[in-house]
């Protein structure tokens, strides 16, 4: 099985919601509220018909850039 790579090279990984909210620095609880409000990328079935998800580790990477230059962005206007 091979796996799909990222731009610069590495393995595209499935990270599971406790490694999620531990990047973020948020509860696991609010990491569901953010999902529901359609603000973090929603997760994918591990296994099909299964319960397990996890969310795409370039996914979530995405994520903590975008606010990371949301917030740059917000500091010039000030």
Avoid: W
């Avoid at 610069?8 to 490694?19: A, F, M, T, V």
């Avoid at 569901?32 to 979530?60: D, F, H, M, N, W």
């Amino acid at each position: 099985m091979a796996f799909k790579t990222c731009s610069d090279n590495k393995p595209q990984r499935i990270i599971r919601l406790s490694e999620v909210a531990s990047r973020l620095g948020i509860s696991k609880s609010y990491a569901y509220v953010l999902q529901t409000k359609g603000l973090l990328p929603s997760p994918i079935k591990i296994v099909e018909g299964g319960r397990a998800a996890g969310y795409l580790e370039t996914e979530i990477d995405a994520f903590i850039n975008s606010r990371f230059s949301a917030s740059l962005g917000a500091a010039d206007h000030e």
